[in-house]
């Protein structure tokens, strides 16, 4: 799947250059896709839920009512059962390019190119991966898709094709 660019002049309205891409970077197999769509619909239901226990923990506090205080528990425990499966799943996604974690935090130097989403190299990740179906690496810059590589495109590109003409005896 090539995506194609045309330009058309504005003189004569005709087709100049038609240019193919190489397609985004793909993943190798479906459980490495899996675990990156996990880990990150993971580290941001567990932003969403530390943020709806914290608000409803004060109003809690305030009002001194238990009831608030019981949901407010079961938010900081489904934020860390939530917390865990990320680091579980977040440690085994890797970029298809270079093989780094793009959804662990890192001492790492991040790529000219990464971008930050409230001041994360990690959400922007999770949140592009889950709305747009594509993701840039912090680490690496390059794009990859959201898709498992088609085996056949593999092959035929590794195999050589060979000669049909037979040399005479």
């Not at 793909?26 to 896709?33: C, N, Q």
């Not at 899996?34 to 109003?59: E, I, N």
């Not at 298809?96 to 790492?108: D, E, F, S, T």
């Amino acid at each position: 799947m090539y995506t194609f660019c045309i330009y058309i002049s504005k003189k004569n309205r005709n087709v100049i250059l038609i240019t193919s891409f190489p397609p985004m970077h793909a993943f190798h197999s479906h459980r490495s896709l899996l675990q990156l769509r996990l880990s990150s619909l993971a580290l941001w239901g567990m932003l969403v839920f530390f943020l709806l226990s914290m608000g409803m923990g004060l109003v809690a506090v305030v009002q001194a009512d238990f009831l608030a205080m019981k949901r407010t528990f079961f938010c900081e425990c489904l934020v860390v059962i939530l917390a865990l499966l990320h680091r579980l799943m977040a440690g085994s996604a890797s970029c298809p390019l270079c093989r780094n974690q793009p959804l662990v935090a890192k001492g790492c130097q991040k790529h000219r190119k990464a971008h930050r989403l409230l001041g994360s190299y990690r959400l922007e990740v999770a949140s592009s991966v889950l709305l747009h179906n594509s993701f840039r690496c912090p680490y690496c810059g390059e794009s990859s898709r959201c898709c498992v590589r088609d085996r056949r495109a593999v092959y035929e590109d590794s195999v050589q094709p060979t000669s049909t003409k037979h040399s005479p005896p």
